[in-house]
T-cell receptor, first 116, second 116 residues
Framework: KAGVTQTPRYLIKTRGQQVTLSCSPISGHRSVSWYQQTPGQGLQFLFEYFSETQRNKGNFPGRFSGRQFSNSRSEMNVSTLELGDSALYLC???????????????FGPGTRLTVT | AQTVTQSQPEMSVQEAETVTLSCTYDTSESDYYLFWYKQPPSRQMILVIRQEAYKQQNATENRFSVNFQKAAKSFSLKISDSQLGDAAMYFCAYRSFQGGSEKLVFGKGTKLTVNP
């Protein structure tokens, strides 16, 4: 079974631009979560999508948004980029059903975003 | 809100010896899951071990075991017979499944160095 894939792996953008990151979950997984990883703040939860609906959201400004498609693939968008948005963005997938929440989230390799 | 604390930013161990990484958490929930994730320099986050809060028995996976003290809200990871490949960042994570959505809360991580 293929793992979680994220594209692109590396991205360089300029302040003020917007960016879209993509995540394809493991086949059959319906929940996709996004995390931001920085040296200072560590791993922080951005949001979780399940069956095309956002189920949970972390404490990030509205510039961070996401969506999920019917095939469970998810995209994350950051508008009006700031220098502080430079980070490794990780996505994770899991079955997402109440009866299966004992199972771990499987992580992708991440997208390294650099904002200059 | 749930919080996870890893009090050891860095640890080192000699190859073949044993090391214990500490983790404490704070929650008002009675049912939850705890995980230890490993992030090698390649950045792919992988699961090391999981513990269900309702289980008294400590989880074990080969050379990895946990000491789960629910009353003390402590969840330490013991690595026996340390190997060079164990060198990585280790993250303790709390999994909440409130209101039908799921979310991982991570500690800041412990960087483990294995000396030959």
């Amino acid at each position: 079974k293929a793992g979680v894939t994220q594209t692109p792996r590396y991205l360089i953008k300029t302040r003020g631009q917007q960016v879209t990151l993509s995540c394809s979950p493991i086949s059959g997984h319906r929940s996709v979560s996004w995390y931001q990883q920085t040296p200072g703040q560590g791993l922080q939860f951005l949001f979780e999508y399940f069956s095309e609906t956002q189920r949970n959201k972390g404490n990030f400004p509205g510039r961070f948004s996401g969506r999920q498609f019917s095939n469970s693939r998810s995209e994350m968008n950051v508008s009006t980029l700031e220098l502080g948005d430079s980070a490794l963005y990780l996505c994770a997938s899991s079955p997402g059903l109440a009866g299966s929440f004992r199972y771990e989230q499987y992580f992708g390799p991440g997208t390294r975003l650099t904002v200059t | 809100a749930q919080t996870v604390t890893q009090s050891q930013p860095e640890m080192s161990v000699q190859e073949a010896e044993t090391v214990t990484l500490s983790c404490t958490y704070d929650t008002s929930e009675s049912d939850y899951y705890l995980f230890w994730y490993k992030q090698p320099p390649s950045r792919q986050m992988i699961l090391v071990i999981r513990q269900e809060a309702y289980k008294q028995q400590n989880a074990t996976e080969n050379r990895f075991s946990v000491n789960f003290q629910k009353a003390a809200k402590s969840f330490s990871l013991k690595i026996s017979d340390s190997q060079l490949g164990d060198a990585a960042m280790y993250f303790c994570a709390y999994r909440s499944f409130q209101g039908g959505s799921e979310k991982l809360v991570f500690g800041k991580g412990t960087k483990l160095t294995v000396n030959p």
